[in-house]
């Protein structure tokens, strides 16, 4: 079985500082890796995704993340975030060739302060 | 730009009733899904449905729960006796074709509260 583990609950930062937010995963198997951004009131949109090759992936609203295999991690970095990015990030595996199913971490809930 | 819907956004029942979550995938995706989201823990798959069939479920979907795409375009959620634990937000996902690496979709989410 797969499982994913976002180590920080809540990050606050200011406006244009950089974030990281963290995301660990474990499973026996390959895995394709998701980033999703849930704004308030609105469904879970797709930020980016790792399938395979390069393992630094760029995904919408200048945020991008890097796959580590040794690390089994997939943090997600933004060099300079704006208010607007104030919202819930969800990691999440899906097994490769396998079901379709996502299995998600808890989420983090990014808070970008004036 | 196509999105998923979901209705009602807020529902709230008393403990034993049935509910049905409805869900509006993306016109043309084939496959279809529900997750929950209990209030402060993570987003836990319930079930995938394709070809008018189930393709994959979880332990939590149990006999209570059901699916059905009744007439082309709707993804229903039938829990048929509600219990306190099923207060969750319940989130609809659809996407075009297979592969573990494509697109879901999610809709904006029904928030149920058991009473």
């Known amino acids: 079985a797969q499982s994913v583990t976002q180590l920080d609950s809540q990050v606050p930062v200011f406006e244009e500082a950089p974030v990281e937010l963290r995301c660990n995963y474990s499973?026996?198997?390959?895995?394709?890796l998701f980033w999703y951004v849930q704004y308030p009131n609105q469904g879970l949109q797709l930020l980016l995704k790792?399938?395979?090759?390069?393992?630094l992936v760029k995904g919408i609203n200048g945020f991008e993340a890097e796959f580590n295999k040794s690390q089994t991690s997939f943090h997600l970095r933004k060099p300079s975030v704006h208010i607007s990015d104030t919202a819930e990030y969800f990691c999440?595996?899906?097994?490769?060739?396998?079901?379709?199913?996502?299995?998600f971490g808890t989420g983090t809930q990014l808070k970008v302060e004036l | 730009e196509p999105e998923v819907t979901q209705t009602p956004s807020h529902q709230v029942t008393q403990m034993g009733q049935e509910v049905i979550l409805r869900c509006v995938p993306i016109s043309n995706h084939l496959y279809f899904y529900w997750y929950r989201q209990i209030l402060g823990q993570k987003v836990e798959f319930l079930v995938s449905f394709y070809n008018n069939e189930i393709s994959e479920k979880s332990e939590i979907f149990d006999d209570q729960f059901s699916v059905e795409r009744p007439d082309g375009s709707n993804f229903t959620l039938k829990i048929r006796s509600t219990k306190l634990e099923d207060s969750a937000m319940y989130f609809c996902a659809s996407m075009a074709t297979g592969g573990s690496g494509n697109e879901q979709f999610f809709g904006p989410g029904t928030r149920l509260t058991v009473l």
């Open positions: 790792y399938l395979s090759g390069s393992t």
């Open positions: 999440a595996v899906r097994v490769t060739g396998g079901g379709n199913k996502l299995t």
């Open positions: 499973s026996s198997v390959s895995v394709y």
